[in-house]
């Protein structure tokens, strides 16, 4: 079985692939800081508690976080005596090569993204991630990384705003049932979750026009599900597509690479 691990600024997300469906997902939050050991500890009571005794064959990495990759490494080889694969590593092989400015490093996450909407959809999409970040990522239609926008995440903003503005509360995002807020709380709301569907809208729209081809708009990261309700945003909502990529990316390399 493969165990694919994502890695962002916020949160981990380890998944067990057993070739056709997920076993289970895990999610922690990310600390540079914690061991193999730590790893090993938390991973191992959930399965436990999951009562999943699954058997690990191969184990794919993508980390935006270059520092964590070193005990996430420690993790692998001490506990399933395995190399993982790493994204973005030059022994890591891409189903298609981005296409950026020389010299520019793409997100490993950004790649992963991209194997999973062009094996699920065939490229000529825009994926647009929720997290840490709000991504958006142009996959062409052979399947290559093209491009994307980047813009402040919708927590980021939240949390900038509380710190920045004294007088203001961090609230928790969610729909509010109307536009003109009547207190503090509905007004910030209202202002981030309506501010970010015009944003949507509004860089989807543009891509779009600059691309010069029907585009599939596809969702994905944590509060895409929040931001699909009652908006036509996204011809779908796919929370699992970096985590599908990764699978995408390690066979590719099964394939091409063998041992």
Request: aromatic letters at 10%; glycine letters at 10%.
């Amino acid at each position: 079985m493969l165990l694919c691990i994502d890695c962002g600024n916020t949160n981990t997300v380890f998944s067990i692939w057993d070739g056709e469906a997920w076993l289970c997902t895990l999610r922690t939050s990310t600390h540079h800081s914690r061991t193999a050991d730590a790893y090993f500890t938390w991973f191992s009571t959930l399965l436990n508690h999951y009562k999943i005794d699954p058997q690990i064959d191969d184990v794919i990495i993508s980390s935006t976080v270059p520092r964590v990759v070193f005990n996430l490494r420690v993790f692998c080889d001490r506990f399933f005596n395995l190399r993982p694969l790493v994204v973005g590593k030059p022994d890591c092989l891409l189903p298609h090569d981005p296409r950026v400015d020389f010299g520019t490093g793409v997100g490993p996450d950004r790649l992963a993204n991209a194997a999973g909407a062009y094996d699920r959809h065939g490229g000529d999409c825009v994926v647009v991630d929720f997290g840490t970040a709000t991504n958006f990522d142009v996959v062409a239609d052979d399947g290559a990384y093209v491009g994307g926008v980047i813009a402040p995440g919708v927590n980021l903003s939240l949390e900038a705003l509380a710190l920045g503005a004294a007088a203001l509360p961090h609230v928790d995002i969610t729909q509010p049932d109307k536009v003109i807020g009547t207190n503090t709380v509905a007004c910030i709301q209202s202002g981030v979750f309506w501010g970010y569907v015009g944003l949507i809208e509004g860089i989807t729209s543009r891509i779009k026009a600059e691309y010069g081809k029907p585009m599939k708009v596809i969702g994905t990261g944590g509060l895409a599900p929040l931001f699909a309700q009652g908006e036509v945003l996204f011809d779908t909502v796919e929370d699992d597509l970096t985590m599908y990529g990764l699978t995408v990316i390690h066979k590719y390399n099964k394939d091409n690479n063998p041992p």
